[in-house]
């Protein structure tokens, strides 16, 4: 068990519709990142959050948003959904020390979307 | 931005050490290698890092050659339970992750 938290564990909506990804991080840690998983690839890093700003910016699409509460913990809205964003998607969070290499990653065990 | 290279796949027989390797050429000075690995669509589980020196934990053990070129993760007795999507991993220029397609690594009986 890793401490991060997510919720809901699989997710089932249809094309067009909205929908809001949880996460909590571990106990302390600042940072908090979004990846998505798509069948049988490789993570692809979407945002991250650091203290409640955002830190840095992947592949995200504009049709997706983050936000990181004063509680630290994080929500990924994915909204006009279609059929191609069905993939795993995963939060991970690290101490969020400052361009640091050494800040590890822990995941969280991901939600699993599925867009009908 | 530093990438690595690792094989598609790999089988071990169960017990023996599964030995990964990795190349990342291009990997700067001052860049740490991460090893994950993820089992079956679970969420990724952070294995080991290291920068110039070997490196053990409780997992594995992680062997970094002097020029930093490649390394070679250890899974010193492998078990069923270790067949997984093994990922190693540097840095981007923004300090992300680079997540490429992993090695499967298959334990058999």
């Known amino acids: 068990d890793s401490g991060v938290t997510q919720t809901p564990k699989h997710l089932i909506t249809a094309t067009g519709q909205r929908v809001t990804l949880r996460c909590s991080p571990r106990s302390g840690d600042l940072s908090v990142y979004w990846y998505q998983q798509s069948l049988d690839q490789g993570l692809q890093f979407l945002i991250q959050y650091y203290n409640g700003e955002e830190r840095a910016k992947g592949n995200i699409l504009e049709r997706f948003s983050a936000q990181q509460f004063p509680d630290l913990h994080s929500e990924l809205n994915l909204s006009s959904l279609e059929l191609g964003d069905s993939a795993l998607y995963f939060c991970a969070s690290s101490a969020g020390k400052t361009a640091v290499s050494t800040d590890t990653q822990y995941f969280g065990p991901g939600t699993r979307l599925t867009v009908l | 931005d530093a990438k690595t290279t690792q094989p598609t796949s790999m089988d071990c027989a169960e017990g023996r050490a599964a030995n990964l390797p990795c190349n990342h050429s291009t990997i700067s000075g001052n860049e740490y290698v991460y090893w994950y690995r993820q089992i079956h669509s679970q969420g990724p589980q952070y294995i080991i890092h290291?920068?110039?020196?070997?490196e053990t934990n409780e997992m594995a053990s992680l062997i970094i050659t002097e020029d930093r070129k490649s390394s070679t993760l250890i899974l010193p007795h492998a078990t069923l339970r270790d067949t997984a999507v093994y990922y190693c991993i540097v840095r981007d220029s923004n300090y992300q992750l680079i997540w490429g397609a992993g090695t499967k690594l298959i334990i058999k009986p």
């Open positions: 290291g920068l110039k020196n070997n």
